[in-house]
Structures are given as structure tokens and as C-alpha cells.
């Protein structure tokens, strides 16, 4: 599944569209801890993470992901959104938890 | 080659950390140097970068790039460390709980960055400061 297209998913909403592109959702992670994700995510995984604050975009732009995700409509930092949008990485909000966000990503076809 | 930047890391500036290892990372695109490479320095780089922002009183990153070797150094000026070996250990960290709760003090900078570089030198005395100095070869 390309970034651009979960947009045709009504329970995902893009918070900066400028940011999107049809970059390929390569595979998924999930995690808090910046240091682990960063040891241990794979380039163009889509993001799953409950932090908000505007180090998830170095983190993502330093690993390569191809879009960070955003359970349970938790609140982001206007920081990170201006942040996010000029980097390019398009991020995510979902009233569904991290479980669930992986649980529908795996039944779309993404390992 | 033979190109070197300079980087200010402010004490506490958690805003902005992660800027340095953007600007490295593209100028180690624009060098043409292996995006695999890259990534290795970026995270040992951002992981050198937050500990300058969250345990130091602040420092410098220099990145020198030569023919076959990318050498990345982290200078502070304290408060230094007391025992390397424990904080060289995986899950080892001072960090406050506000740092912790933002998702950093996993206790995994040093060990990332020693995993990502080839070379990995440590230095530290309490009351003068802690040096780092990381080397990627080409
Ligand atoms: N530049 C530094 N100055 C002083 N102390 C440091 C510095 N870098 C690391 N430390 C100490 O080493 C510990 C482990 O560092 P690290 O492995 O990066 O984990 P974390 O940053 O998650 O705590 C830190 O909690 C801190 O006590
Ligand atoms: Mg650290």
C-alpha cells in the first residue's frame, strides 16, 4: 500500500496532506522508546507511536519511514505538524489503538 | 573528499536536537556516500546529539568526512561520567522521568552508537567532560 492511499480510509486521517506521496509502506513498527525504535526500525516502515512531541520527525526522517501513525486521536504538538510537513513525512491520526492500527496494516498485506 | 562541519548542541534544547544529524545526513547524501552508511551515522549521530541536549552541559558534534572513513566526534564540557563501563551498559540511565516519558533514557545511546559505528572511542572525566569519537568505514 502506497502513503497517499490510506487516505481513502475514513478511520485515518492525515493531518498534513502536503506531505503526502506514493511512497510505498514498506512494513510497520511500533514503539516508544526513540533509541529502540531508531536500533530497530526498518526504512519505510509506517511509524506506530503514542508520542507526539516533535522528535518523532528526526527520528523518522533519520530511519526513512514512509508515514508515522498516531493511535487513539491522541493530541499532537502544532510543532510537529509544521515540522512533519516540512520534512515530508506525513503523519497519521486514528481513533484505533496501536493494536488494532496493526492488526488492520497486516490484514491490508503489509508484514 | 575532506570535508568537516561544526554543530552547537545546546543543554536542554530538545526542540532543535535532531537538526544537526539531518544536516549530516544530507551532505553524506549529497557525497554520495551509501544511504545503509548513512543511516548507521545518522542514528549513532542523533543518538550523540539527544546526549548532548539531555545529560551535558552542552557540546559540539564534528563530522569530518575523508576518502574511506567518516569520522564523527562529541565533545561537552561536563558534567562528565562517573563510571563508562555502567553507562555503556544497555538499559543504564540517568535520564528524569519528563525525558523518559518523551519516549528518550532507554539507556540505549551508547550501545547504539557503538553498534553503528566501526570504531568507537569513549573518554570521560567527571568535572571536565565526556568525548566520543565514532568512525564509519567507507
Ligand atoms: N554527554 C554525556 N554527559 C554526561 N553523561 C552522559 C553523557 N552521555 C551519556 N551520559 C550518561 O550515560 C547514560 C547512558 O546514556 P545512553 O546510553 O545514551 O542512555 P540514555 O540517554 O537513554 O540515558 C546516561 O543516562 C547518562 O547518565
Ligand atoms: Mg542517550
Redesign the pocket.
Known amino acids: 500500500m502506497k502513503v497517499n492511499e490510506l487516505t481513502q480510509y475514513p478511520e485515518f486521517t492525515c493531518v498534513n496532506e502536503s506531505a503526502l506521496s506514493d511512497k510505498e509502506i514498506e512494513c510497520g513498527y511500533v514503539g516508544d522508546l526513540l533509541?529502540w525504535v531508531m536500533g530497530n526500525a526498518d526504512a519505510g516502515c509506517a511509524w506506530v507511536t503514542i508520542q507526539t512531541h516533535v522528535n518523532i520527525v528526526a527520528v523518522a526522517v533519520l530511519v526513512e519511514m514512509s508515514c508515522i501513525i498516531i493511535p487513539e486521536l491522541a493530541e499532537l504538538e502544532e510543532e510537529t505538524v509544521v515540522k512533519a510537513t516540512e520534512e515530508g513525512i506525513p503523519i497519521f491520526q486514528t481513533p484505533k489503538n496501536a493494536f488494532e492500527i496493526c492488526a488492520w496494516l497486516g490484514a491490508q498485506g503489509i508484514k | 573528499m575532506g570535508y568537516n562541519m561544526t554543530f552547537d548542541v545546546e543543554s536542554g534544547d530538545f526542540a532543535t536536537a535532531g537538526q544537526a544529524s539531518r544536516k549530516i545526513k544530507k551532505k553524506l547524501q549529497d557525497l554520495g556516500i551509501s544511504s545503509k552508511i548513512i543511516r548507521r551515522i545518522a542514528i549513532a549521530g542523533y543518538?550523540g546529539e539527544?546526549?548532548?541536549a539531555?545529560?551535558?552541559d552542552g557540546?559540539q558534534i564534528l563530522l569530518d568526512a575523508e576518502p574511506g572513513v567518516i569520522t564523527l566526534r562529541?565533545e561537552?564540557t561536563?558534567?562528565?561520567?562517573g563510571n563508562v563501563d555502567l553507562?555503556?551498559t544497555e538499559g543504564?540511565?540517568?535520564?528524569s522521568d519528563s525525558v523518559r516519558e518523551m519516549g528518550?533514557?532507554?539507556?540505549?545511546?551508547?550501545?547504539?552508537?557503538r553498534n553503528n559505528a566501526d570504531g568507537f572511542e569513549i573518554t570521560?572525566r567527571p568535572g571536565v567532560?565526556?568525548k566520543?569519537k565514532m568512525t564509519f568505514d567507507l
Open positions: 533509541s | 543518538e539527544m546526549n548532548l539531555i545529560h551535558s557540546g562529541l561537552d561536563g558534567p562528565g561520567i553507562a555503556m543504564w540511565s540517568t535520564a528518550f533514557g532507554a539507556g540505549m545511546g551508547l550501545p547504539n552508537m570521560s567532560g565526556t566520543i
